[in-house]
């Protein structure tokens, strides 16, 4: 059995925004609508007594999404230990790899998963944690390799980064974890039709919708996010999985808002809109 | 009059800290005390129309402070905005810069105060940011300058940093803000009866504390905190100021548990234990 937890389920900024008064970020700050943590989702197939952890993406608010969620806190038998046995990365963004500083206080190396792309680009939090507890970085692969017990998973390159696909081989049951997508591929295509459970990229509902309260700002897909209205909608309703769930959705987008046309859509495709702490078992 | 914020009282990692099962730990998980942010401190002396606010440190948790008190949130007459005018950092420690880069999402530079050895030991945070709004580095002196409307301030050098002392020059209200104090001065102490509230560096009881949850972690004075048992519990005792707090307290510290003789020794001085929400006016 696969347990995935959805640690947080908003964009870089999370919901509210620190400097953001749009209406969203307003309607959080009023109990109107729920305020979200900045993407990361953890995976685990583990049973219950034999924990054993995986971070899809560190964000900044990691500790606060630890100490929200029982499964990922140490046990009480040491002063110090944690379940949390690896981090996979999907690219560079700050939103997902600042965390990474924030697991700094242990004495064994931290594995992390990810592109040698995104290991170059994060060359800066490589040096800071080498005074700390370093980093053990892993490749990644398009084929399938074993991550514990049964668990096996393999990378989906994309355009500015990757998708990671998990698979426990005792049931088949198989999850696709793609919060980053800038544009569809065949092989994303593909793992789309082969898995239950797709969590996928909800970033932005249109294409400008970020310059409508930052005048000048690049468009979803300059900032590598398929954008739902005209990509991703019609890419998940052709998918056949069991569950399909929009997360990494920015303050801004309107899917946000209960009442809107745009969330209807969402919701009409038979598709979730991911909240922290959503837990999925498969 | 002066008007300040404590944003966070933890010391770095937080209260409870992600991997550390200690009985503070497991007490703040449990509901027994109260968890407690990263050491971030807010001050303003402008009045409520017209704000305008500085921060001492700027946590990895200012996100989440800034969701906890209004004053530092954006007005709602315009999208993206911000009452945030500065960030003072005392020293180049993670626990009070990574919070710059979560302020990232601006059009125009972050103004950050600190010493020449600060700014060049963050030239990662500032090469970061330099992609997004970039950094804008203010000098600091041991004279006191003008800051805004009648505020002034002066640095106090430290060894491993810096503390600030702020004046309301109308009212000659003076506060001191020492959340990291590695060793005392001369000019600190000075400056200690010269202050009618005090902020002072909390973070470990005793000088082996943190080595009885991580053998071989460094003692408190290698990581430049005078420990209070020994050392800034007799400085604060002789400080005539009206209000002395004790804040940026690590999750190990015994004065955070109610009944230790230690909470009781703090309590007998006269010393205030901070947590996160407390408010002070001079």
């Given at each position: 059995m696969i347990r995935?937890?959805?640690?947080?389920?908003?964009?870089?900024?999370?919901?509210?925004?620190?400097?953001?008064?749009?209406?969203?970020?307003?309607?959080?700050?009023?109990?109107?609508?729920?305020?979200?943590t900045q993407s990361s989702i953890a995976i685990s197939n583990d049973s219950e007594d034999q924990r054993q952890w995986f971070l899809i993406n560190a964000s900044p608010d990691l500790p606060c999404q630890i100490e929200n969620t029982p499964q990922l806190q140490p046990r009480r038998d040491s002063p110090r230990n944690t379940p949390i046995s690896a981090v996979f990365l999907t690219n560079a963004d700050i939103d997902h790899a600042l965390g990474l500083l924030l697991l700094r206080q242990d004495e064994t190396p931290l594995v992390v998963y990810a592109t040698d792309e995104t290991r170059?680009?994060?060359?800066?939090?490589?040096?800071?944690?080498?005074?700390?507890?370093?980093?053990?970085?892993?490749?990644?692969?398009?084929?399938?390799q074993p991550l514990s017990s049964s668990l096996v998973f393999r990378a989906i390159q994309l355009p500015g980064g990757v998708a990671y696909q998990f698979r426990d081989d005792t049931s088949g049951a198989t999850v696709l974890l793609a919060p980053s997508v800038g544009e569809s591929t065949d092989e994303l295509r593909n793992a789309l039709h082969k898995s239950d459970v797709v969590l996928f990229d909800g970033t932005f509902w249109s294409d400008g919708e970020l310059a409508t309260v930052r005048p000048g700002a690049r468009t979803s897909r300059e900032m590598n996010h398929l954008p739902i209205s005209d990509g991703s909608l019609d890419l998940l309703r052709q998918s056949p999985a069991r569950r399909k769930i929009f997360t990494h959705i920015n303050n801004t987008n309107p899917i946000l808002m209960p009442g809107t046309r745009e969330r209807a859509q969402v919701e009409q495709a038979g598709i979730v809109i991911a909240r922290d702490g959503l837990e999925i078992t498969l």
């Open positions: 995935i937890h959805i640690l947080g389920s908003a964009a870089g900024g999370g919901l509210p925004q620190w400097n953001c008064a749009c209406a969203n970020c307003e309607a959080a700050r009023a109990g109107k609508i729920a305020p979200q170059t680009a994060l060359a800066w939090i490589d040096r800071v944690l080498a005074r700390f507890r370093g980093l053990e970085w892993r490749k990644i692969a398009a084929d399938f």
